[in-house]
Structure formats: structure tokens, C-alpha cells
């Protein structure tokens, strides 16, 4: 069904919008390497099954980092991944440090830079050392801010800085790019007052950027209700207060409420069903030979495909994990 979104705008801007020819473009290119595998079955099958995999969120599996920033659909469905993947985590209670979380993500993404994990990890520990623990709940909610928002977050960045120093804040050129963002900005705490600066010059700076900035933004409303329950504050503890805040993750979409991230009952479903399968499964030995480990049944380990194979060959990952939260043992407040 068609929404009233797509009546409403011209055919090439509604195409821009949706990033329609990245997935184009993509889509013949995995057809291009992979042509030998896919005339077993079709190029029409593979253009369905790859533009559900799209649909569903399962195309960004294993995929290089700048196809995964690609779009914000691909970031919110490597956000969507990593949380059903590793949600274990935290319903293990268990807490890691900035470069375990960094493990984790490179096991969806090879090149996932350090760069973003080590900011999303400042946001949550502040002015601790890097190598503090953190709760899964506590990451997963401030990279999300991070990864999602990354453009936006650089020009924070800079109208902040401009703040500090009495410069103007109209001067600051909103990123084009956000591959090279991630090894240049410099931390604003290391060099600002504990005071921070006055929240409502910096709203009204932040507005004005949400107008002309063609990147992904918090939307302005839920911006203005953060920042207008305090009279001054910090690059640092504006980070946290938008990763915590429930209106923009429901805005964005990616991650259930904090609440429930412990829960995913789609997955949940389909690990008992596997769990059943397994446990129905029985053993046989012939008479004489109980005991005996050589004639127990071998099993094999499910697989997953390399990313470049047929889209239709591919298991999804999700269905090997569980994950949730816990509070960060340095980070809460």
C-alpha cells in the first residue's frame, strides 16, 4: 500500500529521500560480483529477495562500514542488529569496556572504526577512564545517539566550542561527510568550564542548525525539552541527556524503551522453537554399544554465509543471541 508520504512528493525527491538508488546501485554491484551464482536462480529473485532484505533490516550483515552509515535506515537496522545480536549482555548482567563493545560491533562490521565506539563510550563515562565498565544498557542507548547522529553531533560539537569562546556560532560549517568526522573532533570537555554554557543560547543555535542541516537530527521539539529543564550545561552531559531521553529514541525507531530491552519475543519465538527442535531430537545406539561416543549422531554447527553470496543463502543472526542491560558502574546520572 502506498503511503500518502509517496503521493504527495515528486517521483525524483521521494527516490532521494528513501535512498532508493543507493540500494539500486548496490544491488547491481552484488549482482555484478555474484552473477555466476545468481543465474542458478534467477535475477528477478534476486532483486526480491535483496530489497527484502532491506525491508527487513538484514542487508547490513557483515557489510562494510560505509554502506552501513550509508543511509538511516541501514544505521537504525545495525542498531536494531547489534542489540537483538549481543541483548545477552545485558541480561547477563555482565559489564565490558569500550574496546570489548568494540569486539562486539567489529563482529558485524569488520571496519567498524574504534573511532565511534571510543565517543559513544565519553558520553557514558565523561571524564572516567576509557577503560571503566559499562552496562550494556548504558552503551547501547549513547551509541546509538553517536552512530545515528553523527553529522549533527559534530556540529554540536562545533556551535559549542564557538560558544566557549565567544565566537559566532552562524559560522559553523554543518559536516558533508561523516567518514573523515570521525578521527577529527576534539573532545569540548577537555577545555571547557564545569559550568558549560547557557542552554538557551545554545537551543537557539541548535535550531537554526536542525533548519539547514541535510542530516539525520534529533527532532527540534525534543531538543528544546531537554535543553529547557536546565539553565546551563555541558557538550558531555547534552549528549547524555539526549541518549536517556525516551521521546528520541521513540523517534528514531531503532531500539525499544529501556524497560523492555531485555525483551524480543519475535526472537524469543524462534529460539524455542530451535531449542524444541534440538531437544526432540533423539539418539540411538545399537545393542552392546551404549555409552559408546562414536556412535552418537554428528551435528554441524549452523553457518553463516559469506555477505557476498546469494541473498537467499544467508541465515539471519539474529537468531543466535539474546542481549539487554544493567546500569553502568560509573556512568548513572
Known amino acids: 500500500m502506498l503511503s500518502p508520504e509517496r503521493l504527495s512528493l515528486p517521483g525524483p525527491e521521494y527516490l532521494a529521500q528513501r535512498h532508493v538508488l543507493t540500494y539500486m546501485e548496490d544491488a547491481v554491484s552484488q549482482l555484478l560480483e555474484n552473477r555466476e551464482d545468481i543465474s542458478l536462480y534467477g535475477i528477478a529473485r534476486f532483486f526480491t529477495e535483496y530489497f527484502n532484505s532491506v525491508r527487513q533490516g538484514t542487508h547490513i550483515l557483515f557489510r562494510e562500514f560505509s554502506f552501513i552509515q550509508a543511509t538511516p535506515h541501514n544505521r537504525a537496522s545495525f542498531l536494531r542488529t547489534f542489540w537483538r ?19 562486539l ?9 574504534v573511532e565511534l565506539t571510543q565517543k559513544a563510550a565519553r558520553i557514558v563515562l565523561m571524564d572516567d577512564a576509557m577503560d571503566c565498565l559499562m552496562s550494556f544498557s548504558d552503551f547501547l542507548f549513547a551509541f546509538q545517539i553517536q552512530f545515528y547522529y553523527s553529522e549533527f553531533l559534530e556540529s554540536v560539537a562545533a556551535i559549542y566550542q564557538d560558544l566557549l569562546t565567544g565566537k559566532n556560532p552562524n ?7 561523516s567518514s573523515g568526522q570521525h578521527r577529527s573532533r576534539q573532545a569540548p570537555s577537555e577545555c571547557s568550564p564545569l559550568d558549560g554554557v547557557e542552554a538557551s543560547l545554545f537551543y537557539h543555535c541548535l535550531e537554526s542548525l536542525c533548519d539547514r542541516s541535510k542530516y539525520s537530527c534529533p527532532p527540534s521539539a525534543l531538543v528544546k525539552e531537554v535543553l529547557s529543564s536546565v539553565q546551563r550545561l555541558t557538550f558531555y552531559g547534552f549528549l547524555m541527556a539526549l541518549a536517556k531521553h525516551h521521546g528520541i529514541n521513540r523517534a528514531l525507531g531503532a531500539l525499544p524503551d529501556k524497560g523492555d530491552l531485555l525483551l524480543d519475543p519475535p526472537m524469543d519465538k524462534e529460539l524455542e522453537n530451535l531449542l524444541s527442535q534440538v531437544s526432540g531430537l533423539s539418539i540411538s545406539t545399537p545393542a552392546g554399544s551404549s ?3 562414536a556412535n552418537l549422531p554428528t551435528r554441524t554447527s549452523p553457518r553463516i554465509s559469506s555477505p557476498w553470496k546469494p541473498l537467499h543463502h544467508r541465515q539471519k543472526v539474529d537468531t543466535e543471541s539474546d542481549g539487554s542491560t544493567d ?6 546520572n
Open 85 to 103: 545480536c549481543f541483548r545477552a549482555v545485558g541480561k547477563n548482567g555482565d559489564l565490558l569496556t569500550a574496546k570489548e563493545y568494540h569486539c
Open 105 to 113: 560491533l567489529q563482529l558485524l562490521c569488520p571496519d567498524f572504526p
Open 327 to 332: 546500569e553502568t558502574e560509573s556512568s548513572e
Open 171 to 177: 559560522t559553523v560549517i554543518v559536516p558533508t561527510s
Open 291 to 293: 555409552g559408546d561416543i
